[in-house]
């Protein structure tokens, strides 16, 4: 046996541009390295309305609890993905419309486990927990969140920004498959992802220099690409669009990132 002291390799890497923090930065956010801004503002300048793209994807976020919890009654979110906690999180929208939600939150990003003390406040009547693990592992995730969630009831699974890590689409439409045979009907799945439709076009170089200098790697996806992801559930109104034209103004400039809520019948 070696005798000399074992170091654990540090997981948080600040010397790599980290999704993550990346987005954190476009939105505004306090929690990133001088290497995230640095590749923030070199994407920023080959694909200027990055920022309205993480902006839009945010507020679409907030409409879609705003409604699950209200409108459609559910009280039980599976956020993957989560992402460095900003302001409107999930647990914050879903409890303020509905104080009994339940929220687990998923990602495997060592500097959103950091600020997991952040996420893990909950109403007096709800809760809200973090789970430390990967998108690619539904099973693990469903596991874990059964403490927490009834997966008898319904339950919104939200998957926004987080398929586009997964390269393979046969294996992202496993995920989202496995994830929605899991729960039962009057479950809904909330989807965002980029695209290159939509004005996007510009973002093809953009997304080659990240996935050389920044982690984890991304891909746009079709329209019929992010359709198939929701096959066998109900599209809520109006549909697949951009997100920055989800239940909002429909003069609202497109951004390309598809938006959209899907019902489990």
């Known amino acids: 046996m070696d005798p000399r002291p074992q170091t654990a390799t540090p997981r948080i890497r600040s010397d790599v541009a980290h999704n993550a923090r990346v987005w954190n930065y476009w939105l505004g956010g306090k929690d990133h390295y001088p290497v995230d801004r640095a590749v923030g503002d070199r994407v920023t300048g080959m694909y200027p309305s990055i920022g309205e793209v993480a902006r839009a994807d945010r507020a679409f976020l907030g409409r879609a609890v705003r409604h699950l919890a209200g409108d459609a009654g559910v009280d039980q979110f599976l956020d993957i993905g989560t992402g460095l906690p900003t302001g409107n999180n999930t647990h914050e929208i879903a409890q303020h419309t509905a ?39 539904p099973e693990q995730i469903l596991r874990a969140a059964q403490p927490t969630l009834d997966l008898g009831r319904p339950v919104a699974v939200m998957m926004l920004g987080i398929l586009n890590f997964v390269l393979d689409t046969d294996e992202a439409r496993s995920i989202v498959r496995t994830l929605m045979e899991a729960v039962p009907s009057g479950s809904h799945l909330v989807l965002t992802h980029p695209t290159l439709e939509l004005g996007g076009e510009g973002n093809e170089a953009a997304m080659r220099f990240w996935n050389e200098n920044a982690t984890p790697p991304i891909t746009a996806r079709s329209r019929a690409e992010f359709a198939a992801f929701l096959d066998g559930l109900e599209l809520l109104e109006p549909g697949i669009v951009s997100c920055s034209r989800w239940r909002t103004n429909p003069r609202e400039p497109e951004v390309a990132q598809f938006g959209a809520v899907a019902r489990k019948p």
């Open 99 to 137: 104080p009994q939600a339940r929220v687990v939150y998923v990602d495997n990003d060592p500097i959103v486990l950091a600020h997991a003390r952040a996420l893990l406040t909950s109403s007096l009547e709800g809760a809200t927990v973090y789970i430390d693990a990967d998108a690619r592992r």
